[in-house]
């Protein structure tokens, strides 16, 4: 048990979050919480070590949640930055159902992370920027008109500017977007090349919105002639002109001449990829393309190999007088020479390929030359509050997701071998929850996260029999207009592990689809989509083989983001 | 709750290893730290790391950095960053009271009173008290001080010492002397500083305009008075805070936002603003205050470059002209002007309005150093470069526009005796009086340096 202050801190605290009986009787807790709040002699240490037992209570009603609330409402101007966050992590999970107070905290907290930003001590900065991009990812404008306190000095540690230009990506808006550009433009030249890149792959990231400024700064860019700018840049077109076809144009005029300062694997990989997709507007592609075939041999990257086969190929098609004699060369040279096996069959395979015909050339290789809607896809990742909620003030934002994710991945591989030690479970706290709120407990995790099993596989006799057994467990109307692009939805189902039984053609009236869905506990959720001609709604029903509640609520919570997102990108 | 606490030189040598939980694989993990520390990928950052595989099951490292020294703390749980994090430089500073000031020289002469104290601070991982109140009941260690403090060693006055009542100037290293413990030695000195510290931070745009301001203002006290002492602060009376509120006659001293230590006492502050306080000895941080975007004063420095660059011959000529607008009274220190260069410049030619300042090349940038720049003045600093790695369409007049990878230019320097929101303190006083000692002395400094002073070319 840590020191809290005194001894009578201690027992305060056991009457309170043990003794179901003080629990039960609203007034009685209030005034216990109350007194432990109102501790006097709780320094620092001992208020985040209260708000973190605080964690494990769920209060009963809404009244005395916002009772608690109100009393813990000091915590929040606290000076201390560790009790402002334990408090504020307190507030996100105590109104978890209810987002209006949850923005509210995450304004008040607002003041004291910026100050944290700023402030001395490099490493709490550091944490701090970290936190701000998680509360980011949920709402998008929260710090919009702060953007200058993002700015990098030249004097901070390369850490704390890459978080910054992440944030200032993130934070972009129609107001700030010409100040935030032109300051990330200026770390473009910056004598470190990792954070000169940094600058750059965020301009990319703001290119997906705001794209002509950015193409225009990043084309000024190539003019330095620089090999690590350059080959970012390029980079950077390359997964543009997939995102956002409206800016080809501007990224075709400005690639020649970049061939020269290009020399690493990945900045050629992008350029002989723009040369190939979009070769028909270059007019140099081809002699460009020739260099990199007469430099084959001195090629020391198998990927750059494959990618000026596939490029030269495509180019063929468009331009074949250029290109009939250099592919020619290539193909001998990658089938007789080559001694990379992958190079090596890649090769055999367009030769083949080309055997049969150009005509079937064309429809493998000709696919389409961009794709808005994964960009839209990606963005509209935006992340309720409560997804994140109890990661909040932990390590998981500072350590990111994704690093974290791989932590505790071996963590847990590593808990399932040997006992842990006497020791350690002495040391761990028992757990202070009354027996009757445990179940609320345990089953609080389920209801927060919904886990969809990706590898669920139903047949489609077995779904008609199901759905044929039960009842509709749920029915709502969804509201949509025109038509449904029945591959995009699928792909965006898949995403979220929900798998498509049966669906309608495109532009089928009345459209229809099944989908299915399992999760880890076994449970099964089946659904129809219907779209009735000269509607405007989606009907939704769902029937479900357990009758259970919460899990049914945060299945349509799933399918409702998915099917909103779809409808996004077609208006 | 931290299993093991360390501390590490610069070079990565073990100064300090405390293992409160035994449940790690030993002193090793203060060498596998610094592996890690320094063999680190550019792209992640050295604040939080993890260690996994080997022998030691996974612990996340924590660390700050204070003076050089890493301060490393090791956990294996998911716990708050922002509280470990405070909870370090917590530590920092109380080895600081404790040994005088925190450096490798005090840290190594002090390792059984920095033992001492971890074992009190923290309990089996878990932090117990950090409070200097109830600390001084259990640290019997004396600290091992290098050279004895005398307030007669004038050979050592600083640049800029306190400025007191009695217009006495205390030397530079009299705060940097350890709390003392035992009572026999409390007759000896009862002195209190109280330091108002502001970082500037500034964005101007190339055409003058004014993009940012921010200053991050705090007012810091070291007592080392007996505790319990009451003592309170006078501030300006003019200081008001948000941006709604009105006192006195002229536009008053404006601060947005001002958060204070939680053993102030603010029955005053409305009315007179006086902070009422106990301190406990050693060091504290009284108020924060932050300002953003109207300063009320004018900015310290002013910076008017122009460029000439002949795209042709890649010759390079900048003439900066500095002002300074602070009081004529007033002078800043140690200023020192950055200005990132682009690629491939060869020579530098110079020509420059002082004798005592100096200029050089270094790492793609140029620096121009002043060590004493008076309110008022003016320098310039004409310098001419050659950059034959900047192609462009040869034959073209000289431009004035700036080429690419030039600037912005950023400045550091200190200002002492002035703050930039115009915040003053207007007396400190002490009600207790020490039996049989004479008054305390009692030494106030203003100083403002900048975090960030950037002007765009």
């Given at each position: 048990m840590p020191y809290l202050g005194s001894e009578d801190v201690v027992k305060e605290l056991k009457k309170a979050l043990c003794n179901p009986h003080v629990q039960a009787d609203r007034l009685r807790y209030r005034n216990v919480?109350?007194?432990?709040?109102?501790?006097?002699?709780?320094?620092?240490?001992?208020?985040?070590?209260?708000?973190?037992?605080?964690?494990?209570?769920?209060?009963?009603?809404?009244?005395?949640?916002?009772?608690?609330?109100?009393?813990?409402?000091?915590?929040?101007?606290?000076?201390?930055?560790?009790?402002?966050?334990?408090?504020?992590?307190?507030?996100?999970?105590?109104?978890?159902?209810?987002?209006?107070?949850?923005?509210d905290v995450l304004v008040q907290v607002k003041g004291p992370l910026l100050a944290a930003c700023s402030s001395e001590s490099r490493e709490l900065c550091f944490a701090a920027l970290c936190h701000v991009r998680q509360i980011l990812h949920s709402l998008p404008g929260h710090f919009s008109s702060h953007y200058k306190k993002f700015f990098c000095f030249y004097s901070e540690p390369h850490y704390i500017k890459l978080q910054k230009v992440e944030v200032l990506c993130e934070l972009v808006n129609d107001e700030n977007v010409q100040q935030v550009l032109e300051e990330l433009r200026g770390y473009c030249t910056d004598v470190s090349a990792d954070f000169a890149q940094a600058a750059i792959f965020a301009i990319g990231g703001i290119a997906k919105t705001y794209t002509d400024q950015c193409v225009q700064i990043l084309t000024e860019l190539l003019g330095l002639r620089q090999e690590h700018i350059t080959t970012v840049v390029v980079q950077t077109f390359r997964d543009l002109v997939w995102l956002?076809?409206?800016?080809?144009?501007?990224?075709?005029?400005?690639?020649?001449?970049?061939?020269?300062?290009?020399?690493?694997?990945?900045?050629?990989?992008?350029?002989?990829?723009?040369?190939?997709?979009h070769g028909e507007r270059i007019p140099n592609a081809p002699y460009v393309l020739e260099d990199f075939v007469e430099n084959v041999k001195s090629e020391t990257f198998p990927a750059v190999k494959m990618e000026l086969l596939t490029a030269l190929l495509r180019l063929f098609l468009s331009r074949p007088a250029e290109c009939q004699d250099m592919l020619g060369r290539l193909l001998h040279y990658c089938i007789e020479e080559e001694k990379d096996m992958a190079v090596r069959d890649r090769g055999l395979f367009y030769y083949r390929l080309l055997l049969a015909g150009i005509d079937e050339v064309k429809r493998i290789l000709c696919s389409p030359k961009s794709d808005p809607s994964l960009g839209l896809l990606e963005?509209?990742?935006?992340?309720?509050?409560?997804?994140?909620?109890?990661?909040?003030?932990?390590?998981?934002?500072?350590?990111?997701?994704?690093?974290?994710?791989?932590?505790?991945?071996?963590?847990?591989?590593?808990?399932?071998?040997?006992?842990?030690?006497?020791?350690?479970?002495?040391?761990?706290?028992?757990?202070?929850?009354?027996?009757?709120?445990?179940?609320?407990?345990?089953?609080?995790?389920?209801?927060?996260?919904?886990?969809?099993?990706?590898?669920?596989?139903?047949?489609?006799?077995?779904?008609?029999?199901?759905?044929?057994?039960?009842?509709?467990?749920?029915?709502?109307?969804?509201?949509?207009?025109?038509?449904?692009?029945p591959d995009t939805l699928q792909m965006a189902l898949q995403v979220v592990n929900i798998q498509t039984i049966a669906m309608s053609r495109a532009g089928a009236h009345p459209w229809k689809a099944y989908l299915g869905a399992q999760d880890d506990t076994g449970c099964l959720f089946l659904t129809e989509l219907l779209l009735e001609p000269e509607s405007s709604e989606m009907q939704i029903s769902v029937k479900q083989n357990e009758p259970r509640t919460e899990t049914l609520n945060s299945f349509i919570s799933v399918l409702e983001t998915v099917l909103g997102t779809i409808g996004d990108i077609k208006s | 709750m931290i299993s093991q606490f360390f501390i590490l030189s610069s070079k990565g040598d073990p100064l300090i290893y405390k293992d409160f939980r035994g449940d790690s694989g030993g002193r090793d993990v203060a060498e596998l730290f610094y592996r890690k520390l320094t063999g680190l990928p550019g792209d992640e950052s050295p604040v939080v790391m993890v260690t996994?595989?080997?022998?030691?099951?996974?612990?996340?490292?924590?660390?700050?950095?204070?003076?050089?020294?890493?301060?490393?703390?090791?956990?294996?749980?998911?716990?708050?960053?922002?509280?470990?994090?405070?909870?370090?430089?917590?530590?920092?500073?109380?080895?600081?009271?404790?040994?005088?000031?925190?450096?490798?020289?005090?840290?190594?002469?002090?390792?059984?009173?920095?033992?001492?104290?971890?074992?009190?601070?923290?309990?089996?991982?878990?932090?117990?008290?950090?409070?200097?109140?109830?600390?001084?009941?259990?640290?019997?260690?004396?600290?091992?001080?290098?050279?004895?403090?005398?307030?007669?060693?004038?050979?050592s006055v600083g640049l800029f010492g306190a400025e007191t009542q009695q217009s006495k100037v205390a030397p530079s290293s009299a705060a940097s002397r350890p709390i003392l413990t035992s009572r026999s030695d409390q007759s000896q000195k009862n002195e209190v500083f109280l330091d108002v510290v502001e970082r500037l931070s500034v964005l101007i745009?190339?055409?003058?305009?004014?993009?940012?301001?921010?200053?991050?203002?705090?007012?810091?006290?070291?007592?080392?008075?007996?505790?319990?002492?009451?003592?309170?602060?006078?501030?300006?009376?003019?200081?008001?805070?948000?941006?709604?509120?009105?006192?006195?006659?002229?536009?008053?001293?404006?601060?947005?936002?001002?958060?204070?230590?939680?053993?102030?006492?603010?029955?005053?502050?409305?009315?007179?603003?006086?902070?009422?306080?106990?301190?406990?000895?050693?060091?504290?941080?009284?108020?924060?205050?932050?300002?953003?975007?109207?300063?009320?004063?004018?900015?310290?420095?002013?910076?008017?470059?122009?460029?000439?660059?002949?795209?042709?011959?890649?010759?390079?000529?900048?003439?900066?002209?500095?002002?300074?607008?602070?009081?004529?009274?007033?002078?800043?220190?140690?200023?020192?002007?950055?200005?990132?260069l682009p690629r491939g410049v060869v020579s530098l030619s110079q020509e420059l309005s002082g004798p005592e300042q100096k200029a050089e090349l270094g790492e793609g940038a140029l620096r121009w150093d002043l060590p004493r720049v008076q309110g008022g003045s003016q320098l310039s600093g004409l310098f001419q470069m050659d950059v034959p790695g900047l192609p462009g369409p040869p034959g073209q007049?000289?431009?004035?526009?700036?080429?690419?990878?030039?600037?912005?230019?950023?400045?550091?320097?200190?200002?002492?005796?002035?703050?930039?929101?115009?915040?003053?303190?207007?007396?400190l006083r002490l009600a207790f009086r020490p039996c049989g000692n004479a008054n305390p002395h009692k030494w106030v400094r203003h100083l403002s340096h900048s975090d960030a002073y950037v002007i765009r070319i």
């Open positions: 919480i109350q007194r432990v709040i109102r501790m006097p002699k709780l320094d620092q240490w001992g208020q985040a070590e209260v708000l973190n037992f605080l964690l494990r209570y769920q209060p009963r009603s809404e009244e005395e949640l916002f009772d608690i609330l109100n009393l813990l409402d000091s915590f929040l101007k606290s000076s201390s930055p560790g009790v402002v966050m334990g408090a504020t992590k307190l507030f996100l999970i105590l109104a978890k159902k209810f987002p209006h107070v949850q923005t956002c076809p409206q800016c080809t144009e501007a990224v075709c005029q400005a690639l020649p001449g970049c061939e020269e300062n290009i020399q690493d694997s990945e900045g050629k990989q992008a350029l002989i990829w723009l040369l190939g997709v963005d509209q990742a935006e992340r309720p509050v409560n997804s994140w909620a109890s990661d909040f003030n932990t390590l998981v934002p500072v350590y990111g997701k994704a690093r974290w994710a791989t932590i505790s991945k071996y963590q847990r591989a590593e808990r399932q071998g040997p006992e842990l030690p006497n020791t350690a479970s002495f040391a761990t706290p028992g757990p202070l929850i009354p027996e009757e709120s445990k179940e609320t407990v345990q089953e609080l995790p389920d209801s927060e996260a919904l886990m969809l099993v990706p590898s669920c596989q139903l047949t489609a006799e077995y779904f008609e029999k199901t759905w044929f057994s039960l009842k509709v467990a749920h029915q709502q109307v969804f509201p949509w207009r025109g038509a449904v692009h | 996994s595989g080997g022998h030691h099951d996974d612990r996340h490292f924590i660390h700050i950095r204070h003076s050089g020294l890493y301060l490393v703390a090791t956990t294996s749980e998911n716990i708050s960053p922002f509280s470990l994090l405070e909870l370090l430089s917590r530590l920092a500073t109380l080895l600081g009271d404790y040994c005088g000031s925190l450096s490798e020289g005090t840290i190594s002469r002090n390792v059984a009173l920095v033992y001492e104290l971890l074992d009190e601070v923290l309990d089996y991982g878990y932090v117990q008290t950090t409070s200097m109140e109830m600390l001084r009941n259990f640290i019997q260690t004396e600290a091992v001080v290098s050279k004895p403090f005398s307030l007669f060693d004038l050979s745009a190339s055409n003058g305009s004014l993009l940012k301001v921010d200053v991050q203002g705090e007012i810091r006290l070291k007592s080392f008075l007996p505790s319990g002492s009451e003592m309170r602060i006078g501030l300006t009376e003019e200081f008001c805070v948000g941006k709604s509120e009105l006192r006195g006659y002229g536009p008053g001293i404006r601060v947005d936002e001002v958060s204070f230590h939680s053993s102030v006492l603010l029955e005053e502050f409305e009315s007179h603003r006086i902070l009422r306080l106990q301190p406990p000895q050693g060091e504290l941080t009284v108020m924060r205050y932050q300002l953003s975007d109207d300063l009320p004063s004018p900015l310290p420095f002013r910076l008017f470059p122009s460029v000439q660059w002949d795209r042709g011959s890649g010759r390079l000529q900048v003439y900066l002209k500095l002002r300074c607008d602070l009081p004529p009274k007033s002078q800043a220190l140690n200023v020192r002007l950055h200005l990132p007049a000289p431009s004035t526009s700036a080429p690419l990878g030039l600037g912005p230019a950023s400045l550091s320097f200190e200002l002492p005796r002035h703050t930039c929101s115009g915040l003053q303190v207007r007396f």
